[in-house]
């Protein structure tokens, strides 16, 4: 069958990089892809909003299979507009439509929906610019730190967590009042802090079955030992040691099965994945986020780690028959660390030549933000490479990440040089 990705990231290298191995795949595209992507499959300048040019690329390609890998398209409705298109009704899509999107694309919506379900999370309250003095009120009364959530998709940067009520009330009135997020910002989720430790589940659905992936944690911000600005991540461990299968029974059971029933009785057929963002209070799930998609860079250690064909997977949802599907995962452990452009995830340079990817032996290097220029691959985003190794224990697994961490050059690279260290340390 004939294969389209859409996506530009690590993510999307991933998926296409599992998918090549399929004997299903007959041809497989990306758009726009990567430098990355270039290797396994074709790569098609598109934009991934470019809704039309998808259409008419999965016509002028008879595309079997879409996979939507990013979070944008899919809260803006590709999934919609695809299937309004008369002559592409035999297309299948991984991916939710704009209602199921809703997950991601709206954290009210989100916390409304885990109210109504039963599913734990942390207490909230929702405000806008008309209730601007309730919500620097109720700031008053709330306990330290508070989590301010801008509505919105803003690119994993609409997430402040406030140490003082006055810093509080100032992140609320530039939200709302400053625009600082935008349009994602019209309305601010205030929520309580949890304490606990991080990490993510990923669940494939079909509309009525599924399954649950690998779960990973990631390392959110740029400076070693949790220091410094959030990013998209800076590097992704998995499995978990603190998410045993007392843990993740729990999960199941409180967080998985009722979201999944609850979409189901809201109307919503959902088809793709679900990125459960936990916090692993004294062994109780509370979620802290959904994802419509998978996250990045966890899928460059959730899909190694898979051994089942990842193609056959995408069909089985697209057709509702999950069910029929047997889910092999390796028991060995991936460690990703991503390397960064200078300055991320600030301002950075693009276009700088990289070298050395040759070097690299035992470990699989995943593109994120690079671009070829003539014969040259070069950076061309702020997360740059994905570097994954895999190993029968998690020491081994980081020493082979970090060693092609080191090797792979361009100016102004900079990794972390403690992921996954935490959980060699960890005891309950």
Not at 19 to 30: R, T, Y
Not at 143 to 151: G, M, T
Not at 233 to 244: E, L, R
Request: some cysteine.
């Amino acid at each position: 069958m004939n294969i389209l990705i859409l996506g530009s990231g690590g993510r999307e290298h991933t998926f296409a990089w599992k998918i090549a191995q399929s004997p299903l795949c007959d041809n497989l595209f990306v758009a726009p892809g990567n430098a990355g992507t270039a290797q396994v499959a074709t790569n098609l300048p598109i934009g991934y909003n470019d809704f039309e040019s998808i259409a008419n690329a999965v016509r002028e390609h008879t595309i079997d299979l879409l996979i939507v890998g990013p979070e944008e398209p899919l809260v803006k409705g590709v999934v919609d507009f695809l299937r309004k298109q008369s002559d592409l009704s035999a297309l299948r899509i991984v991916g939710p439509d704009a209602a199921g999107a809703q997950l991601e694309g709206s954290k009210d919506f989100s916390k409304q929906f885990m109210a109504r379900y039963g599913i734990p999370t942390a207490a909230s309250q929702t405000f806008t610019a008309a209730t601007l003095e309730e919500g620097l009120a109720y700031l008053d009364t709330h306990s330290l730190p508070v989590v301010l959530k801008a509505d919105g998709l803003a690119a994993g940067k609409g997430v402040i967590i406030a140490e003082t009520t006055e810093e509080a009330k100032a992140t609320l009135s530039s939200m709302l009042e400053g625009h600082k997020f935008g349009e994602a910002g019209a309305k601010v989720v205030i929520e309580q802090f949890l304490r606990g430790i991080e990490l993510s589940v990923f669940v494939l659905s079909d509309g009525v079955n599924y399954k649950i992936l690998p779960e990973a944690k990631d390392y959110k911000r740029i400076g070693e030992g949790d220091t410094g600005l959030n990013t998209g991540g800076m590097g992704a461990v998995s499995p978990v040691v603190f998410a045993n299968e007392n843990f993740l029974r729990k999960v199941e059971e409180k967080v998985v099965r009722p979201t999944l029933t609850g979409l189901q009785q809201e109307g919503i057929r959902y088809v793709g994945f679900i990125f459960i963002g936990l916090m692993n209070v004294k062994s109780e799930p509370y979620v802290i986020e959904y994802n419509a998609r998978m996250g990045d860079p966890e899928t460059e250690v959730v899909l190694p780690r898979i051994q089942s064909d990842f193609a056959e997977m995408m069909v089985a949802a697209a057709d509702g028959e999950l069910d029929k599907l047997s889910l092999q995962v390796s028991p060995q452990t991936a460690v990703t660390t991503v390397v960064v452009s200078g300055g991320y995830p600030e301002d950075y340079a693009k276009g700088k030549a990289i070298t050395e990817l040759n070097r690299i032996e035992d470990v699989v290097v995943f593109h994120a933000g690079t671009a070829i220029s003539g014969d040259q691959v070069v950076t061309s985003g702020g997360r740059v490479l994905a570097l994954t190794g895999l190993a029968n224990s998690l020491e081994n697994a980081i020493r082979k990440s970090q060693e092609a961490a080191r090797i792979v050059q361009y100016e102004g690279k900079y990794y972390r040089r403690d992921i996954g260290l935490d959980l060699i340390r960890y005891n309950d």
